[in-house]
């Protein structure tokens, strides 16, 4: 497994690098059978130390961890701690979705764009009816079946995903509801 250990406007000693290789990588061997790279990123919020950690599996999933502390050890250790449960809570569905794929996820590019909120008045009328981009970059559309879309999301920890349905092959979303359950949009 490949590692990727940074510090933002911080320095990252030898020994605190070898210590995230030794326990982040038995963490990774222990739940995941593939992993190909893992990204850890310290820095320094206020008086706290963060710890971002993300790791890529072979199969195309990411599972991501975050931790604040206010030593940059013990960040670290909250960051795995949280990484090992989410392994540890998807193992058996991982080997489930898993065990027939032989090929990786295809990925497909897409643009994404960040558009600026509006803080105008609810009376005014905006001055065009295009909105202002922020920011423009390229993502990745993974394609997946419903179950596996479901557990990626889980995984990053993130509100809503993009999919190409494998069984379908369209462009389908999965999003956490306000009432804790899961929706599918299926066009």
Not at 125 to 138: K, R
Not at 163 to 171: A, I, S, T
Request: charged share 25%; glycine share 6%; hydrophobic share 35%.
């Amino acid at each position: 497994m490949q590692y990727q250990i940074s510090g933002k406007q911080i320095d990252i000693g030898d020994a605190l690098q070898t210590h995230v290789r030794d326990e982040l990588g038995s963490v990774v061997q222990k739940y995941a059978e593939r992993p190909t790279n893992a990204n850890v990123v310290f820095s320094k919020s206020a008086h706290e130390y963060v710890c971002e950690a993300t790791v890529h599996l072979s199969t195309g999933l990411t599972a991501q961890a975050k931790a604040h502390a206010t030593e940059i050890y013990a960040a670290f250790d909250g960051c795995s701690e949280k990484m090992e449960k989410q392994l540890r809570r998807y193992k058996r569905r991982l080997k489930d979705h898993h065990k027939d794929r032989a090929q990786p996820v295809e990925l497909s590019g897409a643009a994404s764009y960040i558009l600026a909120s509006d803080t105008g008045s609810d009376d005014s009328e905006p001055e065009s009816l295009q909105p202002m981009i922020v920011a423009e970059m390229e993502t990745k559309i993974p394609s997946l079946s419903v179950g596996e879309a479901v557990m990626q999301m889980e995984l990053a920890g993130a509100p809503v995903l993009v999919f190409r349905n494998e069984g379908k092959d369209g462009l389908n979303v999965v999003y956490r509801r306000d009432d804790g359950n899961i929706g599918w949009i299926d066009p």
